[in-house]
């Protein structure tokens, strides 16, 4: 007899379903990874309007559930506290009725995006009269594996199932009861719009096993999705056997020129490095031509230190800035996430490149400059994903970018590179019509 | 000191290279992989006339070189014959000048398709007026792990070098002297076109821990490709922290409804079975409507037995054609690449849709039917790379769908599903200009 692992989907089940035994949480796991697939097969020809329906239908759900969710919330908040988390961990984990009604205005700014599926991506006719379409069609299941936020429970759910997937969220155990209770808002509100139940599923246990287990079904998963830190991402690669989206560091650069305008330099420089220093788009180090260094650093210095920024810089750097503190081999490679840059003046716009491409983590990376020349070239040798010029490091971003909300920035070059929405959801089909063609 | 690969590259190291410590083995590979990331970044900016004219050079190389292409060869099918390979083996093995006119033919077709590099594949200027495009660039480095027949030595060369890629090669043991020889060949052909020797670089020894080692190398190898048997696939999957572009078994339907053209049936089943039954893209499973089953099938079965084809039925279909052995649970899930056939009588047309779904392998399914319902719910309802409506499975292939010269068919849904030709070797970059936009 299976388990059935809505059994153990209530905000109590937390304890007793990690006394479950390895065989009995296999069983749950392949359960819900079956379960899924039907799911995914019946998401597949889904119409936009029932999607649409379901996500405003649950945007009104958390809002009318504000104090369940708050309640579940306050639980995960205490066992935070008494565990000792962090001051920005437990700050991460915190809803308010504020959080909750951006978390529903999400729901709806999704259900408001145009319909990814069905596109036709190419058609050709070929010589012998076959006509080629490639249409773009849900990719089918996506297991969702997350650290911290509440909110990824309902953005993950969103963005999959209006891409027309199901998906297997994982959420961590910080947040266990209220993502259990998010989580329960969405799945009520999918049969009334005529979508499977399954198509939105939360592992019921906080066991590791689980996700190991569920990496291993390559046959019924289509796509991993961890969001979190390094050590998590390693691990989801290490095991699983179907694709994984991966979101690795941003060690983001801002290279000015030595043909940059003065202001803009110093604006940008400022923007992508203090406005919000934890994010990935954040800039990590400043690159600056030898030929302005000694005009334009100290000025910018200046701007950085009066922000908070810790300044790093090689021995040139900190000749010209008394201030900065002497930079280590690591500094170059180092995704700091908070007020510090590390700083180095080199000798060529080919130096600056070269420094990007051995040190960089192919993410974001700026050049300021008025010269169309040392623009192309950065734009076509820069081996990252977005090469922004003359703009700030924090336009990396979906919304920015004009894609909608995002499920992430993918750092891998395959399938999807940068920030990945709705579409990075999906995959093609060709479909092929003939009136009896044979090859001869 | 490093030790240059090259050094081992002759046709006559093989047993030396294979003496080599794993210490010495890890030296070389990771030499290796970091002389194609430097050539990778040489090729990001290749022009497309220079890669064409290495392309016709190799070929021309080629011709010239057949004499000693073909005493590696003869060392090969030596070594072959008294390691008792069977002659299928041993077949796809041999070259004779014929052959080698052919892979240069081939390497000639690819310099004349179109550069895939460079292509627009969205833009935008966003509301605050920053410009925003999406453009196709190289992925880097592709390591290419392959059995048995040595033309994948240069045709997966040509298709990665012609997408601005690096390629690391490892063919097959058996082929070792083949390989070496046919490398030789378009390696010396690099540099007088301008580009890296070290954009094309074969693994110099037959240890199987070099693949395991160079697996390892996410940093500097972008993407993996094993072609050959599902042993391979697994191996490489398991150990490969990058990004693996599968391709698995081939077990293909071909599903004839009630509303389908008897000929039209007959032609297309027996195409897609016995025109070349050992390929991936051959029809091993017939699935026939009930409706129909009792004028149709006898007369289908009496042409495929008449080409030698084995049937394997289910209960109904073998009470129609006594000449049918019955099918046991295992025929649905097997991909024979030879002359037999699964057959099995259904119910209706979602009763086909589910067995596909539920045996298939993703790879390519046809529907025969005049019923244009039919075929839209057949097309969006069958989880599969390719839809063949009205025409023979055979038709999946790159060539035949307008692609070009394929490196592999996809059965993943990831990066790339179905024939991946130049452009499934590329990824993109945004590139976003402003004019000194910054974040609020």
């Not at 029932?50 to 559930?65: T, V």
């Not at 170059?332 to 007020?339: F, I, P, Q, S």
């Not at 070239?377 to 090469?387: H, K, Q």
């Amino acid at each position: 007899m299976i388990p059935d692992p809505h059994a153990h989907a209530s905000a109590d089940a937390a304890t007793s379903a990690d006394a479950l035994s390895p065989d009995e949480l296999k069983t749950i796991c392949d359960h819900m990874a079956d379960a899924a697939q039907r799911a995914a097969r019946k998401l597949m020809t889904a119409s936009g309007a029932a999607k649409d329906a379901w996500l405003k239908a649950s945007a009104r759900g958390l809002i009318a559930q504000t104090e369940a969710i708050l309640a579940a919330n306050a639980r995960d908040l205490d066992h935070a506290q008494n565990a000792g988390l962090s001051r920005a961990a437990i700050d991460r984990l915190r809803l308010d009725s504020n959080r909750i009604a951006e978390i529903a205005h999400a729901l709806e700014e999704i259900a408001a995006l145009p319909d990814p599926l069905g596109e036709t991506l190419a058609s050709s006719i070929r010589p012998n009269g076959l006509e080629v379409r490639k249409v773009r069609v849900p990719l089918g299941v996506v297991f969702m594996i997350y650290e911290s936020r509440p909110n990824v429970t309902a953005d993950a759910a969103a963005l999959c199932v209006k891409s027309g997937n199901a998906v297997i969220l994982r959420g961590g155990s910080e947040a266990f009861h209220s993502n259990h209770a998010l989580h329960r808002v969405l799945a009520d509100a999918l049969e009334p719009a005529g979508l499977p139940r399954e198509a939105v599923q939360l592992v019921p246990v906080t066991d590791r096993a689980a996700v190991g287990h569920l990496l291993t079904r390559s046959d019924a998963i289509d796509l991993a999705i961890p969001r979190g830190g390094a050590g998590l991402i390693r691990r989801v690669v290490a095991e699983a056997r179907m694709p994984v989206l991966k979101h690795y560091d941003g060690n983001c650069h801002v290279y000015i020129d030595q043909y940059a305008d003065p202001d803009m330099a110093e604006a940008i420089i400022l923007n992508a490095k203090v406005q919000r220093p934890g994010v990935c788009n954040a800039a990590e180090t400043l690159l600056i031509h030898r030929a302005i260094a000694a005009t334009m650093l100290p000025r910018i210095a200046e701007r950085l230190l009066a922000h908070g920024v810790e300044l790093r810089g090689d021995p040139e750097a900190c000749a010209l800035v008394p201030a900065m503190t002497p930079a280590t081999p690591e500094d170059w490679d180092t995704e700091y996430l908070d007020l510090t840059l590390a700083v180095a003046v080199v000798d060529s716009l080919d130096a600056a490149i070269e420094h990007i491409n051995r040190h960089g983590s192919k993410h974001t990376d700026a050049i300021v400059s008025r010269d169309l020349e040392s623009v192309r070239r950065f734009a076509a040798r820069v081996d990252t994903a977005a090469v922004m010029i003359n703009a700030s490091t924090r336009f990396n971003d979906g919304g920015q970018l004009g894609l909608g909300a995002e499920i992430g920035i993918s750092t891998d070059k395959l399938h999807a590179r940068g920030p990945c929405g709705l579409r990075e959801l999906t995959t093609t089909k060709w479909i092929v019509t003939g009136s009896g063609h044979i090859r001869a």
